[in-house]
């Protein structure tokens, strides 16, 4: 928070005064992750700039797609290159245009203490040419490795204004009269924003979010290099070579025969999700127990005023809380079901219906087997026969046959 407020591009102005709120997208994240990681296992020059294509709709800014710039350095500074940003606007314009989108900001890697002054160039140069009210989302890769659940994304948004410059020692009520207005100076400002998705997304995130379970990173092969000419070998070495050779192939296939299918990733997915709930409905309930084991004596009855323990300060009750868990309590009843042997009954049917089309289909693909077996056992038959025929109407071919049995 230090860091922050030491910073003397933020602003000191709340977030909420403009008014101003963003809405992104998930394809967006989906695509700046993709690019800085071919941008870092390339080991590309120059730094990760790109532009971020949305709608404004009276002071909401909805962020949509985003697409990678080119950069150049010119006089000591970071810039984008104009001819190809332009071409390139133009196209995503194009291709956009239903509904039509329009530039309202760029994206790049920040520190978390904020935005710092490398970065005011190209910020100046789309603020003049092209958005007057541009965006800056800067996106914090260190933070990006933590999997800690319920943490915010690794990004802030800001917005850019110019404010007068001020000290922050000037900034209470006593300030020092000065002649002429003070200069004004480009801050940012933190922007609240919310997550929102669409259908196209929703499909296209889950597929990702599938094929993100069997990914995985082919080594390629390692291949010898033979002098040219090199073709005879006398003592038969290359001969085991290409044994070695076989035998790592197969084993590659081996390897490749291991990567899951569709099913089995959806199958996957559906036990990920339901292991996750369990995991979380367990945190939930030992939440719930350990806040009634702190609770004061006089709220517990005289059965349990053994749960209270002596390594701590009882917890505050709560009323709230109390009511809450008592109605919890009370709906339980409702989750059984009254007619419990009706209940199982109806369960069983169910799983042998179940297992009933899984043998259905076993039967049906045996049949398609057999069936194949049958056509070719056919066409093996017909061809014998056909060459018998021949062999029987032609003396010579009989003969020939009969020599050639001795």
């Known amino acids: 928070m230090a860091a922050a407020v030491d910073n003397p591009l933020l602003s000191t102005q709340k977030s909420s005064d403009s008014g101003l709120q963003a809405v992104l997208h998930p ?13 870092s296992l390339r080991e ?3 730094p990760i700039v790109g532009a971020l294509l949305g709608q404004q709709n009276g002071r909401e800014i909805t962020i949509e797609h985003a697409f990678e710039c080119a950069t150049q350095a010119r006089d000591g500074d ?18 956009h245009s239903s509904p039509q989108l329009d530039l309202v900001g760029w994206y790049t890697l920040l520190p978390r203490s904020g935005p710092h002054p490398s970065i005011l160039p190209i910020h100046n140069w789309i603020l003049t040419k092209h958005n007057e009210s541009s965006l800056l989302l800067g996106f914090y890769p260190e933070e990006s490795i933590k999997h800690d659940a319920g943490s915010r994304l690794p990004l802030t948004i800001y917005e850019s204004n110019y404010e007068a410059d001020e000290t922050r020692h000037e900034q209470g009520e006593d300030k020092e009269m000065r002649d002429g207005e003070p200069p004004l100076k480009l801050r940012f400002r933190e922007l609240p924003y919310s997550v929102e998705t669409g ?13 993100a379970g069997n ?23 290359r001969r085991a070579e290409a044994a070695q050779s076989a035998a790592a192939g197969t084993k590659t296939n081996g390897n490749e025969e291991d990567i899951l299918s569709r099913e089995d990733e959806e199958m996957i997915a559906a036990l990920t999700a339901k292991a996750n709930s369990i995991k979380m409905l367990q945190s939930r309930v030992n939440l ?11 709220f517990l009855s005289s059965d349990d005023s053994s749960m209270v323990t002596a390594d ?11 009511r809450s868990i008592q109605a919890l309590m009370n709906r339980l009843s409702l989750v059984i079901p009254s007619a ?4 199982e009954r109806e369960m069983l049917s169910e799983a042998n219906d179940v297992h009933l089309m899984s043998l259905l289909d076993d039967v049906m693909r045996s049949t398609n087997e057999i069936r194949n077996a049958g056509k070719k056992h056919a066409i093996v038959e017909t061809s014998r026969f056909t060459s018998k025929k021949l062999v029987d109407s032609d003396p010579k071919l009989s003969d020939a046959r009969y020599f050639g049995e001795f």
């Open 27 to 39: 394809l967006v994240l989906l695509t700046i992750s993709d690019y800085i990681t071919r941008h």
């Open 44 to 46: 590309q020059p120059g």
């Open 78 to 95: 970071v810039v984008l290159d104009d001819d190809w940003f332009e071409q390139r606007l133009d196209q995503m314009k194009t291709i």
């Open 199 to 211: 259908e196209a997304e929703m499909i296209s995130m889950d597929f990702v979010a599938r094929g």
């Open 215 to 237: 990914a995985a990173a082919i080594q390629p092969r390692e291949r010898k290099m033979v002098m040219p000419g090199n073709t005879d070998d006398p003592k038969g070495k």
């Open 288 to 298: 719930l127990t350990t806040y009634l084991e702190r609770l004061p004596p006089s």
């Open 312 to 322: 701590g300060d009882p917890t505050t009750p709560s009323h709230t809380i109390l």
């Open 340 to 343: 419990a042997e009706a209940y």
